[in-house]
């Protein structure tokens, strides 16, 4: 217990990025750096060892808190050799993009900052892929940003062809989950005041970040790697954006550019089976907020769609996949929090290329 009290794994001081410190990347994937109005932010592209599929939608992937684009490196590997175009970002103060100080990052900037970031990424994949709209996929924090992007007026001007949210922060609002999170961690709060408020703290140890974010298969090697990518820190407006309710659902689906073309779902919801934080019941209680969303703008004719349609079960691992009113919710079974990560990720993999083949 007390081996989780230490200032190993945390960090008050960005890193140097020199062309020559940036990671390594796999075979297939390559690295571009984006100009914004802050600095150069990171996206990763998996790029199809053969042509592409005719027409193919990019898949547009968004980290969430502490993470980085490397969270979805075997996505981009398994998408880009089906012949999928994809790409994954990283946010100022993530991965390879651009770091502002400890203080400005943790405690002066917001989700809407950061959310201009992913959007500047999805405009310069829209641009390489001659305007057409992108899949969002977000896990945890960047799928709440994803919520938020699709339903704030500011950025009226982003659509998608079909949203994804991985473990996603709840649009309704994010205090439950927090509230587990502390029931996890009877040390959070003490921690959190050892480390003098450092917002790594719940995760400032392997043996927490396992516990948090991954299921007790994952290898321990793969962990500390993890453990060590992780961004160096946080910024604490971004959570505290999302604790009430963030989302307007309906405003969110006029987004989504994919309804009437086949009369499937636009949405999908993708839950780990063991995540402890992002819950089963959380996740159940965000695909139903869309669904009624959903069949209120049928009704209201305001997108196409079968009003009539049911939810249904749908066949899968794990066997707790659903379907009906425009939304398609399914579990990775034996996975955590990071469900791209964990050990059964390329089950979560398939669910989301079946959710992609259907738009």
Known sequence: MFDTFTYRFLH????????SSLP??????????????GGKIEVLYGKPPKP?????????????????????????????????PCYAVSMRGHGSSWHPSYFRMVYLTTKRMLAEDVVAGIKWVQQRHGGKEVVYVGHSSGGGLGQ??????????????????????????????YINWWRLDPWFSFRMIFHGWHPNSPLSHPSLTRRVFFSEQLPGSYLMKFQQRASRYESFLWPLGMMSPFVKPQNLLLRITSWGANKGQGIMVLGGEIDKIMTVPVMEKLANTYRESYTSLVVQKKIEGEKGDGVEKLSGDGGEDTVGHGVRCCYVPGAGHHLQNDVTWEIGARKLLAFYEQL
């Open 148 to 177: 938020y992007i699709l339903s704030a007026p500011e950025f009226e001007d982003v659509k998608v062809k079909g949203l994804a949210l991985a473990g996603a922060v709840p649009g309704f609002g994010s205090l439950g989950v």
């Open 12 to 19: 008050f001081r960005r890193p140097t990025l020199t062309p």
């Open 52 to 84: 592409t599929r005719n027409g193919a939608t990019p898949l547009f992937f968004v980290h969430g808190g502490m993470g980085g684009a490397w969270v979805w490196l075997e996505y981009l590997s398994f998408f880009a050799s089906r012949g999928i």
């Open 24 to 37: 390594s990347l796999p075979e297939g994937i390559e690295r571009f750096l984006v100009d914004t109005p």
